[in-house]
């Protein structure tokens, strides 16, 4: 059972010359009020014993990260985890510093599938008219290669879910969702990096070029097949990271939408 505290920085309103607040004495002017730390006890909050043991499963010494941060990001996999930091530095953020290290205040954390629920009902569950994230961005896939033609995303239906959880915590404000089409990969591809991209995968696969070929030569739902077969044979965090090295050298690389608003979402 969870039982562990988890602390979250919550600015209250208190009157000039109180501890929260102070009088600048050589501009005369009260400062804004300090952040204070607000324990909130997980065991009190309204999770489900069967969502409190896979939160209590997920979590290890990186993961339970996730606990601490006002700010938190959500991802299937490692992929994107390792990613997003780079993608914002060097092109979304890239001149923007302030916001730059408001992304770099927050946490990432991939939760290895695509059961957000139970992660987004402990960040946004109140206690005592606290939460845990004062901001919750969550990526996932649309997966529209897994399901026929006219029926609705798993990504999207994942959205509404969570967007519907959300309000029911009353924090609509601080969740945003964002969905691609297929996966990862494949709006990698979409969005122009094709090149490095290969370069990247060849250099784990030196013999599969005709394979990366010929995904590539497919369109639709057909590629985004495709291209996922090419990568279950193929180490993502790997490929992340020599995929994240080409990136911080690339001129040519293109951010996928939905990355850029979720980047942006993040810091706003």
């Not at 499963?57 to 985890?81: N, P």
Request: aromatic share 6%.
């Amino acid at each position: 059972m969870l039982t562990r505290p988890s602390c979250n920085n919550e600015q209250h309103e208190q009157g000039a010359g109180e501890a929260g607040e102070a009088a600048d004495p050589q501009a005369g002017q009260t400062l804004p009020p300090r952040p204070e730390s607000r324990c909130i006890p997980l065991a009190k909050l309204d999770l489900s014993d069967p969502d409190r043991r896979k939160i209590d499963r997920y979590l290890d010494v990186t993961k339970s990260a996730l606990l601490f941060g006002g700010r938190v990001l959500l991802v299937e996999g490692i992929a994107e985890a390792l990613l997003l930091p780079v993608i914002a530095k060097h092109y979304v953020l890239k001149d923007r510093p302030a916001d730059l290290r408001t992304f770099r205040s927050a946490v990432f954390v991939p939760i290895d599938g695509v059961d957000f629920a139970p992660y987004a009902k402990a960040l946004l569950s109140p206690f005592n008219s606290v939460r845990i994230a004062d901001r919750l961005v969550i990526v996932t896939d649309g997966d529209k290669h897994t399901v026929d033609d006219g029926q609705d995303l798993p990504g999207e239906k994942r959205k509404v879910d969570l967007e519907t959880l959300a309000t029911q915590k009353n924090a609509a404000s601080i969740l945003d969702v964002f969905v691609n089409m297929y996966s990862l990969e494949t709006e990698l591809v979409a969005a122009g990096n094709a090149t490095c991209m290969k370069e990247v995968y060849l250099s784990l696969h030196p013999r599969s070029e005709a394979k990366w070929d010929d995904a590539l030569s497919k369109a639709g739902d057909e590629r985004a097949k495709a291209i996922q077969e090419l990568f279950k044979t193929t180490p993502k965090g790997d490929f992340a990271q020599l995929l994240a090295d080409k990136v911080t050298t690339s001129e040519a690389f293109s951010v996928p939408g939905y990355i850029r608003q979720a980047i942006d979402a993040l810091v706003k």
